[in-house]
């Protein structure tokens, strides 16, 4: 057999020692006989070895002969075969490790084998022992922690198979267990395009933490003795920045259903991340779900669950959380910030996701958190549209629940939905898509149709009945699809087939009875008008009283006398922090504009001061009253205005108006007239470089 091995590393001395010195080298391996178990018959035979290689190397002439030989490229030494475990020993000894073991390995496997119970197979298997575990520390050293355990690992497969040496054996074992987060370390913190190793280190963490019973450590197992509960949070710490957020919150999530409240929070913190970071909001109502049913012993968990609705735009309810802390220093800081509230609130949660929340994961990077981002983000927006629109939907539900519902007219279901929303809270609509104020402008159109139209024109009056059902049909149909139920619930299916069934059939007996003197009302052509004097401001009177004497006159003719009324002009507000004053200005030219257009202007340009939703949303208003030949006439006054929140982005104000409306028919007569307090949420929004108005809230 040949082995790597020369004879100055076989006595451990270095090609330049003298004659001494290898004297002396030989002279202390042999008084440092290895004990560990070794047969007297290798040991004597590894004696022999040491004396041949000293006489060699001490020999003039027979060192100048083996030192050319090595400078020709010779490399190895034979051993005869009653000699090749010394010469393993040896190599052991030498420093060697890895290459002994290997091959003695070879030497335990057929057809090498050696003879059961010979002294040979005796010395070869704890050599296999010995150069097993050299070889794993040896690779600790390097921090080629898996290589290690793969040396401890044949060792141990080796003496079992062998049958022999069950000390050494459980000393391996041992090892084995020890090294186990090192290990974990290692295949972890390699490049994730190594899939195979990565996937290993994650199932021998969840493995290892398992067996510790979960991150607490409540189970004796193992592992207590080589990692306590002090050094695996070290350890844990440490590991967790080479897992990225999905594997963590799939681990922390695994653990807590076995019953881990510390993994139950840290899988709340992960999903938070994971929600802030890829804009996935639905990940923070997961997170908030879990935090809710944690009972974790000290943990203050209110201003946490603050932070999650702050980010999903429930600014009430998040100061509500902030408010309900157990933490009199947080309450105590809050109420003396001197700022607002909302901004606290803002300034915790920013450093919360900071500094605890996106922190030790392999693909966030950790840098200052934008919350304006966060808001201002298209995908954030229309879910919180979305989340919005679904509890009102909720709520409809729940009304519809606790109400029975009769077979009575159309009327009678709008005012379910009425009721519905007076106990909706408006104070999470910080983007377009309020729908409140629809409704009540349902109502007021209700209104109407109960009063006159029904009365005098019937076929209007179908007309209407068929678009209010379209739209009451529309809203009960997206309902029942929201929520699932109409594969459910076959009463809900016969009340809406009986609904159109009879708004079809009130329709038919009002075409029926009153067609013909509806043809003759409405036979009347548009004739040539006396238009209005446009050197003058046109008033309210001016114009009821026109259309009184000029019944023929049309509705969209008044537009250009009303042309001539201005409108108060504007600038765009461009400061980072505009007044109160700058913003009663803006509301005003809203007003102004807006009751100008539906009182018959011909033009609206409001792009300064509004949003392209708000500006449609009038459009359509006025579109409407054109088709039903109706006139609106609107007067509204700012009586009060005040700060409710502000942020970089947003601004939300209070206002409180004085209000009237009147409604003129075709005819010049007056279908109706308000005149009330009113109290609207106003929400601005920064956009393009100004402030403009992105949403109203009336009737609050």
């Known amino acids: 057999m040949e082995l790597p091995l020369d004879h100055f590393r076989l006595i451990g001395v270095n090609p330049s020692s003298t004659s001494e010195e290898i004297l002396r080298a030989f002279q202390l391996r042999l008084d440092k006989t290895p004990d560990e178990g070794f047969t007297y018959e290798v ?45 393993l020993i040896l190599l052991w000894e030498s420093g060697s490790p890895k290459e002994a073991f290997k091959i003695t390995r070879k030497a335990l496997q057929p057809p090498q084998t050696p003879a059961l119970g010979s002294s040979r197979e005796a010395d070869l298997t704890l050599l296999a022992a010995l150069t097993a575990r050299d070889s794993a520390i040896q690779e600790q050293q390097l921090r080629s922690y898996s290589n290690a355990a793969d040396f401890l690992h044949e060792g141990i497969q080796l003496l079992q198979r062998m049958g022999k040496l069950v000390d050494r ?18 295949l972890l913190s390699r490049d994730l395009n190594d899939q195979e190793s990565h996937k290993k280190g994650l199932s021998m963490l969840e493995n290892l933490i398992i067996k510790r019973g979960g991150l607490e450590g409540n189970n004796k197992s193992e592992y207590r003795d080589y990692l306590n509960q002090q050094e695996f949070e070290a350890f844990f710490q440490q590991i967790k920045p080479f897992m990225t957020v999905q594997e963590q919150i ?32 639905e990940k923070l109502f997961e997170a908030r779900r879990i935090l809710k049913k944690l009972n974790l012993s000290g943990l203050d968990s209110m201003p946490l ?5 702050l980010l999903l735009a429930d600014i009430d309810q998040a100061s509500a959380r902030f408010s309900s802390s157990s933490d009199e220093n947080l309450r105590d800081w809050l109420n003396n910030y001197p700022g607002n509230k909302l901004e606290a609130i803002c300034i915790f949660c920013k450093n919360w996701l900071e500094n605890d929340v996106l922190v030790s994961y392999r693909d966030i990077d950790s840098k200052e958190v934008d919350l304006d981002s966060w808001f201002e983000d298209r995908e954030i927006q229309e879910f919180i549209e979305k989340l919005e629109s ?16 009769k077979k009575e007219p159309l009327t009678n279901i709008t005012k379910v939905f009425d009721s519905s929303l007076a106990n909706v809270d408006e104070g999470r609509l910080p983007w377009p898509g309020g729908i409140k104020q629809e409704y009540e402008k349902l109502d007021i159109q209700e209104n109407k149709f109960n009063n006159e139209i029904f009365k005098n024109k019937p076929i209007e009056a179908y007309k209407y009945l068929i678009e209010k059902f379209a739209e009451s049909k529309f809203i009960f149909g997206e309902f029942l699809k929201d929520q699932e139920i109409v594969g459910r619930s076959p009463y809900l299916i016969y009340l809406y087939a009986f609904l159109i069934l009879f708004t079809f059939g009130i329709g038919i007996g009002f075409l029926r009875n009153n067609f013909k003197n509806s043809i003759q009302k409405d036979a009347v052509a548009d004739k040539p008008i006396i238009a209005l004097d446009k050197n003058k401001n046109v008033s309210d009177k001016d114009i009821i009283k026109e259309i009184k004497e000029n ?100 601004i939300v104000v209070l206002v409180d108006l004085s209000f009237s409306e009147k409604l003129i028919k075709k005819s010049g007569e007056l279908i109706s007239e308000t005149s009330q307090p009113w109290k609207v949420r106003y929400t601005l929004g920064f956009q393009g470089g100004s402030w403009k108005l992105v949403d109203f809230v009336p009737g609050l």
């Open 43 to 87: 040991l004597t035979q590894r004696s022999e070895l040491l004396r041949l290689t000293a006489d060699l190397l001490t020999d003039p002439e027979s060192r100048r002969e083996y030192e050319n030989l090595l400078l020709n490229g010779s490399s190895g030494l034979e051993f005869s075969s009653n000699r090749e475990v010394a010469g």
């Open 169 to 186: 054996r459980k000393e391996l074992e041992e090892d084995l267990v020890a090294l186990l987060p090192y290990r974990i370390l290692d």
């Open 250 to 281: 799939d681990l922390f999530l695994e653990l807590q259903k076995r019953g881990s409240l510390e993994a139950g929070f840290l899988a709340f913190l992960s999903l938070t991340a994971i929600g802030f970071t890829r804009r996935k909001p």
């Open 305 to 309: 669950i603050g932070c999650l609705d």
């Open 390 to 405: 679904k509890s009102i939907k909720n709520k409809i539900k729940s009304n519809l629940q606790n109400q029975q519902i």
């Open 551 to 650: 019944p023929s006159n049309n509705l969209e003719s008044i537009s250009e006398d009303l042309s001539s009324n201005k409108t108060p002009e504007f600038e765009e507000i461009t400061k980072a922090s505009p007044s109160l004053e700058e913003i009663r200005n803006l509301i005003n030219v809203w007003l102004s504009n807006k009751h100008s257009y539906l009182a018959g202007k011909s033009e609206i340009n409001l792009s300064k001061i509004a949003r392209e939703g708000l500006i449609k949303r009038t459009i359509e208003e006025r579109e409407k009253d054109v088709k039903k030949g109706i006139l609106t006439l609107r007067n509204a006054k700012i009586e009060k205005i005040e700060l409710a929140s502000q942020t970089s982005s947003r």
